[in-house]
């Protein structure tokens, strides 16, 4: 990493800890030099570790957030953040308290957005096969459905595995990100990305490997699988509705809007005849039923176009040199 330019940004740390005692002290002497900052968030944490980590280290880099009740991952991060920021800090980088990320890595996360070649880096634990081979099997099944879904949210076709907490950004950008908007708990890292596209923020995937102990994962499956995908639906709508229709009107736009009323029109015509031939015991006619055909195959074939002219979109643009 050039000196010069690593001396002349400010980075920050933000380590948010629930029930992460044991492991807190390991990661926090693990973190290098060149961070000027660590924010040590105690999100009302059972076993205090915000309390251990100041009775127990002496790293005047350090400075401990307390949250009187419980606000989960994302809400420990927003108060991080905005505690970064407030400190003037140019680089901002999540690191988890319990042991699963090494701080070691944390060049790799900062250095493209010196060199401004991403807005925002994030880990991504699927770039090596062999590296999945740590993963608990229900973890990798998970990763994989999601980062499916993820891509069609938030339109960052280029990356995976977005529920990666490893993750880096320019305070530029991320003053630009409405944080009380930000979801509060597990799917914060998700609704980042669709934060950073909705500005067209560049993105950047860093492979590494994660490492798994004994320590339990604090996400359900449950709540995932039942509470993420309605999130997932309504940002991929917000998202396409500001950067096609809103911000801008291009070949995409036309594709969305024209095959999305062309399914709509054939569905619905075809269902409406298909009901009344059923209730009359008439048949339909060749025309009715390539009313409903013709209009649903175009209508499909549109959108797939727009899926792809969506792919070629993803933001290549550096964000943050352009921010006042």
């Known amino acids: 990493m050039n000196s010069t330019v690593e001396l002349r940004s400010k980075i920050g740390v933000v380590v948010p800890c629930y029930n992460v005692r044991e492991k807190i002290l390991d990661v926090l002497r693990g973190i290098p030099d060149v961070v000027q900052r660590i924010y040590v968030v105690d999100d009302a944490c059972p076993q205090?570790?915000?309390?251990?980590?100041?009775?127990?280290?002496?790293?005047?880099r350090?400075?401990?957030?307390?949250h009187a009740s419980n606000q989960g991952v994302g809400g420990a991060m927003v108060s991080g953040y905005r505690a970064a920021l407030s400190d003037g800090m140019d680089i901002v980088v999540k690191i988890d308290g319990d042991g699963q990320m090494d701080p070691g890595l944390l060049s790799k996360f900062i250095q493209p957005i010196i060199e401004q070649r991403a807005d925002y880096a994030k880990g991504n634990r699927f770039f090596e096969l062999e590296s999945l081979r740590s993963m608990?099997?229900?973890r990798l099944i998970g990763n994989a459905v999601l980062s499916f879904v993820n891509k069609l949210s938030c339109g960052y076709?280029?990356?995976?595995?977005?529920?990666?907490?490893?993750?880096?950004?320019?305070a530029k950008v991320l003053k630009r990100i409405p944080l009380e908007k930000v979801s509060k708990r597990y799917f914060f890292e998700s609704d980042m990305l669709f934060r950073l596209a909705t500005l067209r923020a560049v993105v950047l995937d860093i492979p590494m490997d994660a490492v798994y102990g004994n320590e339990k994962s604090g996400l359900k499956i449950t709540p995932v699988a039942f509470g993420f995908p309605p999130k997932y639906l309504k940002r991929m709508i917000k998202r396409l509705f500001y950067n096609y229709f809103l911000r801008d009107f291009n070949a995409g736009s036309i594709q969305f809007l024209l095959g999305f009323l062309l399914v709509l029109f054939g569905s619905y015509w075809g269902i409406s005849h298909w009901l009344e031939s059923a209730a009359s015991g008439v048949a339909a006619t060749s025309g009715t039923v390539m009313l409903a055909a013709l209009p649903s195959l175009i209508g499909a074939h549109l959108l797939i176009a727009a899926v792809n002219f969506d792919i070629a979109n993803v933001p290549r643009r550096c964000l943050h040199p352009m921010l006042a």
């Open 157 to 170: 076709w280029d990356v995976m595995d977005p529920t990666n907490g490893y993750i880096a950004i320019h």
């Open 62 to 66: 350090i400075v401990v957030i307390t």
């Open 48 to 60: 205090q570790s915000g309390q251990h980590v100041v009775e127990s280290t002496m790293d005047a």
């Open 136 to 138: 608990p099997t229900v």
